[in-house]
């Protein structure tokens, strides 16, 4: 199993270029997530999906889209890049770790530099 | 205020130290979760926990509901130790996770 998938690893973008992040997982889960990492803040969920077919703001969704594309993928575009979205971000699957209890599977990140 | 704070931000210890993360929260929580990231930049639970104490090799993790608060305990540390810790806590209201900012762990030989 790959577990969580991100591509790409690292991208550079121009003020205003748009690109789409993917995410996969093979995993089965029903719930996904995409979170920002800054310097000196904990991660912050930008949106999530608790199943195929629904997605929901999170804390900072401003300038952000995602899709659901099917149970395994989720992505996330940013439409019109600003220097403010230069970030770290991480994908997240969510499953049963135990009876009752969730825990969340993280891809590797995708660091995204804006100029 | 944030909701999930840590201490101390960053530590620095001795091979064979042993280490103390602490972890204290201001909201209603299902579970507490301790996160590894390591330089790659890559982050794996740890533990999970909503009462008591785990224990996995050398790690122990506790938590103390009425108190708020948890501690991640390293023993006999190593520099393969050397990562940033992040305790998130499962808010009993929304259900998300509500990640502190990390400590920063550095193991010297």
């Known amino acids: 199993n790959a577990g969580v998938t991100q591509t790409p690893k690292f991208q550079v973008l121009k003020t205003g270029q748009s690109m789409t992040l993917q995410c996969a997982q093979d995993?089965?889960?029903?719930?996904m997530y995409w979170y920002r990492q800054d310097p000196g803040m904990g991660l912050r969920l930008i949106y999530y999906s608790a199943s195929e077919g629904t997605t929901d703001k999170g804390e900072v969704p401003n300038g952000y889209n995602v899709s659901r594309l099917n149970k395994r993928e989720f992505s996330l575009r940013l439409e019109s890049a600003a220097p403010s979205q230069t970030s770290v971000y991480f994908c997240?699957?969510?499953?049963?770790?135990?009876?009752?209890?969730?825990?969340?599977?993280f891809g590797p990140g995708t660091r995204l530099l804006v100029l | 205020k944030n909701e999930v704070e840590q201490s101390p931000q960053n530590l620095t210890a001795q091979e064979g130290e042993f280490i103390t993360i602490n972890c204290s929260y201001s909201v209603g929580i299902s579970a507490l979760h301790w996160l590894q990231q390591h330089p790659g930049g890559g982050i794996v639970s740890l533990f999970m926990?909503?009462?008591g104490k785990k224990k996995h090799g050398r790690l122990i993790a506790t938590i103390n509901i009425q108190e708020k608060h948890s501690s991640l305990h390293i023993t006999a540390s190593h520099p393969r130790d050397s990562a940033v810790y992040i305790c998130?806590?499962?808010?009993?209201?929304?259900?998300?996770?509500?990640f502190g900012t990390g400590t920063r762990l550095q193991v010297f030989p």
């Open positions: 926990l909503s009462s």
């Open positions: 997240a699957s969510e499953g049963l770790a135990g009876f009752y209890q969730e825990t969340q599977y």
């Open positions: 998130a806590v499962r808010s009993s209201r929304t259900d998300k996770l509500i």
């Open positions: 995993m089965n889960h029903n719930s």
